[in-house]
């Protein structure tokens, strides 16, 4: 007869979480009495319980031998409707997807792995949540504890915690060791995920054994999600001397890094009471609404006829969440006439970048408010009159050369022995349409991305992710896959050039698996076109940056039951109509756009500034050196 203490050995586990889910959080239960301030479990719920206390309720997971227990707790967590899990068939996808949870919608999300390579794969692609600031828990399989041999998967070496000590350099870590250490290990985690200006992901080992070790909880200490107040100087010093500086400048540029997204208020009335002209970085589009007269687009090594205009003339540069990464502020040289810095940064470091600065630490909103209102105060804009018409006549002079590429007819392209469309067009027709049906764009890495932020007119913050940070091949497409856990789903359209999108094709899969809603857009140009262009300009010869393979896209994607694919060729006319097609089907659509890659001038956006790489290092050390910021 079959021992009524081992009928349901998840019996201890399954009343708990039920306890939560009823009551809506652990604290709510443990208030009621529902659920015991101390219990005994597997470190495994622990951590699932604990990670539920900050709001962590969704995973990404592909399961291994090295995260099998792990994978019981969630199993049980899941059948009680207190937590979701989604299974995908790639790391890196599932890395991307959970840093897009957290990017587009503001929720937490957790990646689980087995040991070794799949957690390599995951590592890999936490470099993008890494180089955006964006928070993730991350949870490998580790090797054992007894240290009774190597165990499969692990880094073969004779060593302890080598995966510990790799996650710590990218990120922070934490290897449970002693399961006893949960406790810390959410308290340290809690705030980096959490971490208002320098945001990042966190990395749990669990070593395989460690993972069923029984531990005694006080449920009641498991730490929370962290809420932090807003910060700003104390006192007014730093900001009237800030704000004297604006006053006397003649020509003030503001350049606004990705931690001026979600700011737009304060942005809009910082810049108006400057009398700044205001330059975007490539994942800051949308602070200031596009045809607002001081929005000067993006400037830096890409860059834009006004937007590096700007950074070049400047006397004075506001510098607003930025991390002054090479290709933002052209390798350190970008502002050759500034005279001095205001540098509105929560981190420390990056408000100190520059020489000659006045840092102004603190949230980046109520510091702009209050320095907005001291220049209201003094008319701090009545002498930049000037500066402000020179740059809005390049701005129009950037609109005509953008003009002239959007209208350019398709052009004979060598590839594909007919006239197609250019990128900058293409991808115009496909922001254009984003745009009419809010729809979320995500850009891959490459030259879509180069010329997509030099072309979307974004009129708010988080209408367009581009995975600059790190220009993460694969990015856009499995970023898609984040809504299928997200609570208010937004459609979202990839722009794929056809190197990132092969990258991470198992969004074709997962996507109809989990009801994913969006599009893919191919532009297919058969090349590395960012990499063959940078060749050309620095040595006038390309190397091995194209391919002879022709891959049919449309039948690629059509072999996935559940995709809706087209080719769209080779017109405007035909984009649109694919585009309305794709939009229409009520799942996941791919389109393929074969695009213009050649000499002529309107096939592409163009670089206005410099870049400390190659045959270009010389002139742009030199001038850094020789530069007093």
């Known amino acids: 007869m079959l021992d009524p203490s081992k009928a349901d050995p998840h019996k201890a586990m399954r009343a708990r979480v039920r306890a939560v889910r009823d009551a809506g959080s652990v604290d709510a239960a443990l208030a009621t009495g529902a659920l015991p301030k101390l219990a005994e479990m597997s470190l ?72 070794g390579p799949g957690a390599m794969q995951a590592f890999a692609a936490s470099l993008a949540a890494a180089s955006d600031g964006v928070g993730v828990y991350h949870i490998y399989g580790d090797e054992t504890t007894f240290g009774e041999g190597y165990n499969m998967q692990q880094v073969p070496k004779q060593e302890q915690g ?25 308290r340290r985690g809690a705030l980096c995920v959490n971490h208002p200006y320098r945001a990042g992901p966190f990395y749990l080992l669990l070593p395989l054994n460690t993972q069923p070790a029984k531990l005694s909880v006080n449920l009641a200490a498991l730490p929370e999600r962290p809420s932090l107040p807003k910060l700003a100087p104390a006192d007014d010093k730093a900001l009237d001397e800030a704000a004297a500086m604006i006053a006397k400048a003649q020509r003030v540029a503001i350049k606004a890094g990705g931690g001026a997204r979600g700011h737009d208020a304060a942005m809009k009335r910082l810049a108006e009471a400057a009398g700044a002209a205001v330059v975007l970085s490539p994942g800051s589009t949308g602070v200031l609404p596009d045809a607002h007269a001081q929005n000067m687009h993006v400037g830096g090594s890409k860059g834009s006829i006004s937007g590096n205009y700007a950074m070049a003339q400047a006397d004075l540069l506001i510098a607003i969440g930025s991390r002054a990464v090479c290709q933002a502020d052209c390798s350190g040289i970008g502002f050759k006439q500034a005279e001095g810095v205001i540098n509105l940064n929560g981190d420390f470091a990056d408000a100190l970048h520059y020489n000659r600065t006045v840092a102004l630490p603190g949230d980046i909103g109520a510091v702009a408010e209050r320095l907005a209102a001291k220049l209201e105060a003094n008319n701090a804009k009545s002498n930049k009159r000037a500066w402000l018409d020179a740059c809005a006549a390049k701005k129009k002079e950037w609109a005509e050369y953008k003009r002239k590429r959007f209208e ?54 988080f209408d367009t992710f581009t995975e600059t940070g790190a220009s993460y091949m694969g990015f856009a497409a499995s970023a898609l896959l984040a809504s299928a856990l997200a609570d208010k789903p937004r459609y979202g359209i990839a722009f794929c050039g056809d190197g990132s999108f092969m990258m991470n094709p198992q969004i074709l899969i997962d996507a109809i698996e989990h009801g994913v809603r969006g599009m893919i857009v191919i532009f297919d140009n058969r090349r590395m076109a960012a990499i063959t262009g940078l060749q050309l300009a620095q040595y006038g010869e390309e190397f091995r940056t194209r391919d002879r393979v022709a ?23 035909a984009l649109r ?20 890659c050649g000499p002529n001038e309107l096939g592409g956006l163009g670089a206005w500034g410099e870049w400390n790489v190659g045959n270009w290092c010389d002139d742009v050390q030199r001038a850094w050196i020789e530069q007093n910021l």
């Not at 991808?427 to 997509?452: L, T």
């Not at 059509?558 to 080779?570: L, N, Y």
């Open 408 to 461: 350019c007819p398709p052009l004979h392209d060598e590839v594909w022995g007919e006239p197609v469309l250019t990128q900058p067009a293409a991808i115009k027709i496909v922001a254009d349409f984003a745009k009419e049906i809010s729809a979320a764009k995500f850009f891959d890495a490459g030259d879509v991305q180069a010329n997509g932020f030099q072309i979307v007119e974004d009129d708010k913050s």
């Open 162 to 186: 080598a995966f510990g000590r790799m996650t710590a350099i990218m990120g922070q870590s934490y290897v449970l060791h002693t399961p006893e250490g949960v406790r810390d290990a959410l």
């Open 551 to 573: 891959v049919d896209y449309e039948r690629l994607a059509s072999a996935v039951s559940g995709v809706f694919a087209v080719k769209s060729c080779c017109d405007e006319k």
């Open 577 to 596: 109509a694919a585009l309305k097609a794709g939009h229409s089907h009520d799942g996941l659509s791919v389109l393929h756009v074969p695009v213009y």
């Open 44 to 115: 495994s719920e622990a951590l699932v319980l604990g990670l539920h206390k900050q709001g962590v309720k969704k995973y990404f997971a592909i399961f291994g031998h090295g995260s099998t227990d792990l994978g019981e707790v969630l199993r049980i967590y899941e059948e009680e409707g207190a937590t979701r899990t989604i299974n995908c068939r790639n790391e890196v996808e599932m890395a991307h997807a959970a840093t897009a949870l957290r990017w587009q919608y503001g929720e937490i999300s957790a990646v689980v792995t087995s040991i």
